[in-house]
């Protein structure tokens, strides 16, 4: 099913992937990397929407970018002021 959208990129969580079925709206937990190792085929029906959660680490990575930018930015306003004075 992601192949057919080019597959996942590197911040994928294939073992947290979510199915939603067309039909009745029923969440379907899926872990892609345990049916990818045994060849099983997952198959869809119209109206299936499936959801590849980002994996926490680049989540992580991402927000730790902006702490350290903010953290700057404070330590810079701070020099000058104490510079100021």
């Given amino acids: ?32 990397k345990d049916a990818i190792g045994s060849g099983r085929l997952i198959p869809l029906t119209p109206g299936d929407v499936v959801i590849v959660p980002r994996a926490i680490w680049y989540t992580f ?10 953290a700057i930015f404070v ?4 020099t000058i002021v104490s510079a100021s004075k």
């Fill in 1 to 32: 099913m992601l192949s057919a959208g080019g597959g996942p990129t590197d911040q994928a969580d294939v073992s947290r992937v979510v199915l939603v079925r067309g039909i009745d709206q029923k969440r379907v937990p899926l872990n892609l």
């Fill in 75 to 78: 330590n810079l306003y701070f």
């Fill in 61 to 70: 990575r991402d927000e730790l970018a902006i702490v350290t930018s903010l």
